[in-house]
């Protein structure tokens, strides 16, 4: 069974920095590509970040680009977003998600919000 399990959301000051972590089971890691998405109440899912299955290609939205970064690290079958400079705009439920060709698996996401 493919477990996604996300961590390390929280309350941050605006202004801050926090790293996500999304560890992957039940699934062959390293030919997936990995992404970040996010849920802002009362909004649509929306993209935030992805990285290729062996980590030499990334892509960012637009609103984070320059502020966020995602890696991941296959021998941990982990996924990571860095976010600095965090906005209250940032708050949201962050979600991961394992894409290969049809094969579409999403985490339970963690809560991030910033706040002063």
């Known amino acids: 069974q493919v477990q996604l399990v996300e961590s390390g959301g929280g309350l941050v000051q605006p202004g801050g920095s926090l790293r996500l972590s999304c560890a992957a089971s039940g699934l062959t890691f390293n030919t997936y590509d990995m992404a970040w998405f996010r849920q802002a109440p009362g909004k649509e899912r929306e993209f935030v970040a992805t990285?290729?299955?062996?980590?030499?290609?990334?892509v960012y939205a637009d609103s984070v680009k320059g502020r966020f970064t995602i890696s991941r690290d296959n021998a941990k079958n982990t996924v990571y977003r860095r976010m600095n400079s965090l906005k209250p705009e940032d708050t949201a439920v962050y979600y991961c998600?394992?894409?290969?060709?049809?094969?579409?698996?999403w985490g339970q996401g963690t809560q991030v919000t910033v706040s002063s």
């Open positions: 998600k394992a894409l290969r060709g049809t094969s579409v698996y």
């Open positions: 990285i290729n299955w062996s980590g030499r290609s990334t």
